[in-house]
């Protein structure tokens, strides 16, 4: 049983990408699906696909690296925890790395990052830092 999948996540990612990778497959849920959207809109990753399988589904992210085989990501911090919730208000959402990261939220209107909830004025639980 896995208590954290989203953390879960990040680490075969971070994993892959240390270990030069060119995919990465992990078993799916929504939540997944849809941090896989937010990481290929932001250029973090190249694409994302759900393979049928048994007894499952699972996803398959299809890393991205530029010409020197370095990952387009440096890092992924997982930020509220099942043990510790951490909500922010829009005035609040976090900036990572002065705007050049990117902060992943769910939000009453699904999960999208921080520049897109402070645009459309609402806030969530920030669930992990890309950067």
Do not use: C
Not at 15 to 24: G, L, V
Not at 49 to 62: A, C, F, I, K, N
Not at 93 to 102: E, F, N, S
């Amino acid at each position: 049983m896995m208590t954290d999948p989203v953390a879960d996540m990040l680490t075969r990612l971070r994993n892959a990408s240390r270990a030069k990778h060119t995919t990465t497959v992990m078993p799916t849920s929504k939540i997944k699906r849809e941090i896989a959207r937010i990481l290929k809109d932001e250029g973090y990753i190249q694409d994302f696909e759900v393979v049928d399988g048994t007894p499952q589904p699972s996803l398959r992210l299809h890393l991205k690296y530029t010409d020197n085989r370095t990952p387009a990501f440096t890092g992924l911090r997982r930020v509220s925890k099942p043990g510790l919730r951490v909500y922010k208000g829009r005035q609040e959402i976090p900036r990572v790395l002065g705007g050049l990261g990117t902060v992943i939220i769910s939000t009453p209107r699904g999960l999208m990052t921080g520049r897109d909830a402070w645009r459309q004025n609402i806030g969530g639980e920030v669930l992990a830092f890309v950067w």
